[in-house]
Each structure stands twice: as C-alpha cells, then as structure tokens.
C-alpha cells in the first residue's frame, strides 16, 4: 500500500450504523532495514474531542528516539444538525501554531445524497478564498447523472464553467451496468468514455474495458478505441483473490499488463497478503492481535505500522456474509452482489479512513454505487439492509 507516513489508513466510524466506534489510538511507524533493525520513526497519538457542534481530530507525535512528544496536525469538521458534515479544515503546526492548510464545505439534497463541494485555497496571507466548485446530479438508481466543475474567477468574482461530465447508462436483466458513458463537456468538444463491463455467475464484476474517443458529438459510440481493460477474480466466499490491470498504448491494439494485485485471506476472511507487482513486486503482510494489527509494507525498503485500539474482529463480527461487494480496488463502480434474489435496498455510507462521511444515500433496485468522484484512496463503505450492517474496506485505483 503505497500511502504516506500521515495517512492513518483506519476509521472513526462515524455513522448511526454501528453502536460503538472504532478509534484509533496511537500508531507505530517507522522504517527498518531487512534484519529488522529500526532506522527512524514515530508515535502519532490521536485526541478526538467535540467543541459545539465540531468534531476535531488532533495528531501528536512522539519522536521514538529522543520521546519529545509535539503537535502535528489537526482536522476540524463542522456538523449539522443531522451529523452530516458542512465544512472540513485541515490544519498543520508550524512554530508554535496552527495553520490553515485546507478547507472544504458541504452541501445536501434533502435525501442525504451530497450537493456540492466548494474547495478553498489560501491567499498571501494565509486566509482561505474560494478556488473551486463541484456540484452534482443523480438519476432515480442514485447513479451520477451530471457533475458540473466550476472554477471561481477572483476578478470578476463569480464561478466559470470548467467543464461538465455527463453519464449514462444501460442494464441487463439482473439490474447490472453493461455499459456506461461518462462524457467529459468541455467549451469545444467532448471526451466520450465507454465502459463495458462483464460479470460472473454471482454477478460479481469480471471485465471493465474502459474505451474513449475525441469527437463533436455526444455519446458518439463510432471510431471508440480501447484504452485500459481490467479482469477480476474471486474465490468461493466471494473475495477477490486477483485483479489484473492492461493498459492499450496510443496507436497501438495489443493490451499490456502494467499491474497485478493478488490477495490471500485467513479463515475469518481477514487479509492476510497483499502482492502488487507493477514493474517490481511488493508486498504488505497483516498480523492481527486483540488490541489491532500490524502492517508490514516491503517495496525495496520495508515500512512497518503498529495499529493499537482499532478491534478488527469487532469489524468482522457485524459483517454479514449476505452481501459482497466487487470489484475492489475499483476505478468507477462498485458492486453489491446478494446471495438472495430481493430487489436491492440499501443504506448505504461512504467513509474515508480518517472517519469522515463523504456520502450516504439509498439505493432502491440498483446494486452499484458510482464511486467515480471520489479520490484515488482507500476508503469504508458501510451498508445497512433489513436491519443488518455490513462494513467492507474498498479502494479507489485510477
């Protein structure tokens, strides 16, 4: 897992789903060298405290060596009076302070799904203007219809169109995406993607052909040219075992593996095993104990993080076998695949792994989620049906 030292890759379950929270404590981090030796690295410790209705989250760090014990970094988080998050700032200490770093605000639909985003970025002197706004639309399967990207020109002091996406999509019988448009508007001429999607028996995504061509006309389906085709596999409790990732070189036919990202589990379905190979091969190992776990990353240098008071099996517990979720990583939808045949519905949360909600919705007939806006990240999706919560850990790849 390729992530930086500062991002914490566990949740604060902030969610009317779950009883309890998950909360990270501390984390153990630092570098060693192959006969196990440390050569640097810290101790973050995480406080959480509530200030009216903000939620703020502050990391210290603990110098293993020397133990001197300082401020880091802090997110504050502004709630409604739903819990729903209305504004994010992210903050850093420098020479005895804080200072604003960045800054998002939210803004909801009356059915939890999320309206707009406005990203703020910081002046001479430090104080936040507005950069950018993105806002959304949905079609009745709470699949994204319209995302409209603005940037705000300071000199006339108004929003300009950047550009526009556009998506549509087509089903089979057993209410799966076969094929989906995402075309990005731009003033002179539009980007058409295509995606083709295949799935197995379990209706678990098999194949994404992802194709794009530069015409005049929307939706134009002539003269599409393939660009990235990606393969799934599973095992028989439903966990992906292998993703395979081909990419198509401009002016070229033959599809090229530049990826592969294989899995192997324990028998309470943990993961134990990440092997990516892309160039070089790494590999993350997960030991688990009752107080968290251990992640080992080994990529030319070895990276080892000690996770504490974060109870994985807790998480496993809640997780109903009923439904699956595939492809993971993902780079645009995500999939619920059932054992039963109801009709889907669903409650659905969207979580990054610092605990903030990014999205929640229902979802009535359709089993995907389009995760197509969200960041290349790891993120929790928390699913709640016939009174039953499942949690699952997925990721957003390119």
């Known amino acids: 897992m390729k992530s930086p030292l500062f991002l914490l890759l566990i949740l604060i ?9 998950c909360k990270l404590d501390s984390l153990d981090s630092y570098q060693i060298d192959p006969s196990g030796k440390s050569l640097y690295g810290a101790r973050f410790l995480i406080n959480y405290s509530f200030n009216g209705n903000q939620y703020i989250e502050e990391r210290m760090i603990r110098d293993t060596i020397s133990k001197k014990l300082s401020a880091s970094s802090r997110i504050i988080q502004t ?3 739903k819990g729903r998050i209305v ?3 992210d903050q850093y200490f420098s020479k005895g302070a804080y200072v604003n770093s960045s800054r998002t605000d939210y803004t909801y639909f009356p059915d939890g799904k999320t309206e707009s985003e406005i990203a703020y970025g910081l002046d001479r002197l430090k104080q936040f203007v507005i950069d950018k706004k ?11 219809k319209f995302i409209h990207h603005f940037f705000y020109n300071k000199n006339l002091g108004k929003y300009e169109t950047y550009y526009d996406q556009e998506f549509k999509y087509y089903f089979d019988a057993r209410g799966n995406i076969i094929k ?8 002179t001429y539009f980007t058409n993607k295509r995606h083709l999607y295949t799935y197995n028996a379990n209706d678990q995504l098999q194949t994404e052909i992802i194709q794009s061509n530069t015409s005049t006309v929307k939706f134009d389906e002539t003269s599409f040219q ?3 085709r990606n393969e799934y596999l599973y095992n028989q409790t439903g966990k992906i075992i292998s993703a395979r990732y081909y990419a198509v070189p401009v002016n070229d036919t033959i599809d090229q593996l530049y990826r592969q990202v294989d899995y192997t589990y324990d028998v309470q379905d943990r993961i134990l095993h990440i092997l990516e190979d892309e160039g070089r091969i790494c590999r993350t190992d997960y030991v688990y104990s009752n107080d968290g776990y251990t992640e080992r990353y080994t990529c030319g240098e070895i990276l080892e993080k000690k996770y504490y008071n974060c ?10 076998k009923q439904i699956t979720i595939s492809p993971n990583p993902a780079s645009d939808v995500i999939y619920l695949n059932q054992s039963s045949e109801e009709p889907a519905d669903f409650e659905y949360q969207i979580a990054d792994f610092y605990g903030r909600i990014i999205s929640s919705s229902k ?4 089993n995907s989620i389009n995760i197509s806006g969200l960041e290349i990240g790891h993120y929790v999706l928390l699913i709640k049906k016939n009174d039953q919560t499942s949690v699952f850990r997925f990721s957003k790849a390119y």
Request: charged share 20%.
């Open 180 to 187: 989906k448009f995402d075309v990005d508007l731009w003033p």
């Open 134 to 144: 993105t806002t959304y639309q949905y079609d009745s399967l709470s699949n994204y």
């Open 13 to 21: 379950f902030n969610s009317q789903f779950l009883s309890g929270q």
């Open 87 to 89: 504004s994010t700032v």
């Open 311 to 320: 109870i994985i099996s807790e998480l496993n517990r809640i997780q109903t």
């Open 363 to 366: 979802l009535k007939g359709s």
């Open 226 to 228: 393939n660009r990235e």
């Open 79 to 81: 709630l409604d009076n």
